[in-house]
């Protein structure tokens, strides 16, 4: 076997991946990844952010042109789904940008291997696959992302499944059981209901959106369940499995559920299986997670990990953050990711976002804080859009003034955010936010008005 040397080796070609192998090439380094799927771009670009933002994208076109346009004074006829159409749009999507990661290696001048990787010790790995090489590396970067987690007596096969498959279901299922009320569940029980299947969510939990503000998630269970979805809470599924051309759901002290399709979203599992990290010198939490310190460095010399294998947020933007600080810190010796200030978005139907600390985080800190909201149904470009569900809610710390945390649901929350993002990072108060000028009519006015409100001042309450 042939064997290669190279100054930075990065282990997945995901969020994480592909942006720490930009970045070393960027800062002078001989860079190479290797990824076993023939396409870059790892769970979130091929089967995961981007694909189901198409089908997210596409569906509420459906609903629209089904139900929103006559009140704009457009008369519609009939309205037919074209599902092959749709996937087809969503294919197109994904293959492009999975192609312009590839370009932007062969501009950086990254080496690609296609394979998977196993270590035999510190800086030394073996890809297996198309390209059967061993490499040597100054400096290793392990980001191989994650895995979804699986939950014991569920038999997973054709109609039983996880997000992969709910993105290229070949017809709308007549009834859809998805199990777990995460930002993934939730987004692709919305797709299949708008796109006419019956949606059963089942939560262990006693609410929807865990880790979301918790008053922010009521409005949000009350919107979904008027768009049709069906939520049972506080409920312990206990299996389930196919019986013939449907599924059979198991719930703890209830009825079975019958079903044509279920989806299984409870959350996702570090992806460590096959590095053989033993040989790296590397030892896994119990849940499986690399440890590192605040530089991404494991227990192994030269070798670091960053994104979704570490833990804590699994979110693509984060692993995006750290990758390219890893790779800063190994050149520079310096750098940082502001863990306060990385948002969260679920792009239901109104999206929800949040940045910061919820009341409930504040209250069980014992942080004194005032908090200010406002609705965007008092909001001209809302009303104007026909999109009026939702509001902002600012969290203020109560002496200093200083944002604390700020939540959202309403029309395009995802991208409303990224102002509360920024105004954190500089430390704004909740005056600087109020104090900025916001152009009119516009949906960030609504940001202005909560800010506002959190001072005690609001305009237009």
């Not at 270590?119 to 696959?129: K, L, Q, S, T």
């Not at 609410?207 to 009521?218: F, K, N």
């Not at 800190?365 to 104007?384: C, D, E, I, Q």
């Not at 409303?416 to 430390?427: G, K, P």
Request: proline share 4%.
């Amino acid at each position: 076997m042939e064997t290669v040397s190279h100054d930075l080796l990065i282990i997945g070609a995901g969020p994480g991946g592909y942006v720490a192998a930009i970045r070393g090439a960027q800062l002078g380094l001989d860079v190479a990844c290797v990824e076993r799927e023939d396409l870059l771009g790892g769970t979130c670009l091929r089967v995961g952010c981007i694909p189901s933002k198409a089908l997210l994208e596409s569906s509420e076109h459906y609903v629209t042109a089904k139900e929103g346009m006559k009140e704009h004074g457009v008369i519609v006829g009939d309205v037919g789904l074209d599902l092959p159409a749709l996937m087809k749009r969503k294919d197109k999507i994904v293959r492009l940008l999975t192609g312009g990661i590839d370009g932007l290696f062969k501009k950086n001048k990254i080496k690609r291997y296609r394979g998977t990787a196993r270590f035999v010790a510190p800086g030394r790995v073996v890809v297996e696959g198309a390209d059967a090489v061993e490499i040597t590396a100054r400096h290793t970067i392990i980001a191989t992302g994650s895995v979804p987690a699986a939950l014991p007596g569920i038999v997973m096969g054709d109609r039983i499944g996880t997000s992969t498959e709910a993105l290229a279901y070949p017809e709308v299922p007549k009834h859809l059981v998805v199990i777990g009320a995460g930002a993934i569940g939730l987004e692709l029980g919305s797709v299949w209901a708008r796109l006419g299947a019956k949606v059963t969510v089942v939560e262990y939990l006693d609410r929807i959106l865990p880790g979301m503000d918790t008053g922010i998630a009521s409005i949000a269970q009350r919107l979904l369940k008027r768009q049709g979805l069906t939520f049972r809470l506080s409920a312990k599924v206990l299996g389930a499995h196919p019986d013939g051309d449907a599924c059979v759901v198991e719930v703890e002290g209830a009825e079975p559920i019958h079903c044509d399709r279920v989806l299984v979203a409870v959350g996702r599992a570090a992806n460590t299986a096959g590095l053989d990290l033993p040989a790296a010198g590397i030892t896994t939490d119990a849940k499986g997670r690399i440890p590192v310190d605040e530089a991404f460095r494991t227990s192994a010399a030269g070798v670091y990990a960053i994104g979704d294998v570490i833990g804590g947020a699994m979110l693509a933007h984060k692993a995006h953050e750290e990758g390219i600080v890893c790779v800063e810190g190994i050149v520079t010796g310096h750098g940082h990711v502001n863990y306060g200030v990385i948002p969260s978005v679920c792009y239901i139907d109104p999206e929800v976002a949040s940045v910061g600390r919820t009341e409930d985080e504040l209250k069980a800190a014992g942080v004194a804080y005032k908090a200010g909201s406002f609705p965007f149904k008092a909001n001209g470009r809302a009303l104007a859009l026909g999109q009026t569900d939702g509001e902002v809610k600012v969290l203020a710390d109560a002496t200093t003034d200083r944002i604390l945390g700020v939540h959202i649901i309403g029309p395009r929350a995802g991208d409303l955010i990224a102002e509360a993002a920024a105004a954190m990072e500089f430390a704004a108060s909740a005056e600087d936010l109020a104090r900025t000028c916001h152009a009119h009519p516009t949906l960030p006015e609504v940001l202005k008005e909560a800010a506002l409100a959190a001072l005690g001042r609001a305009i237009h309450a």
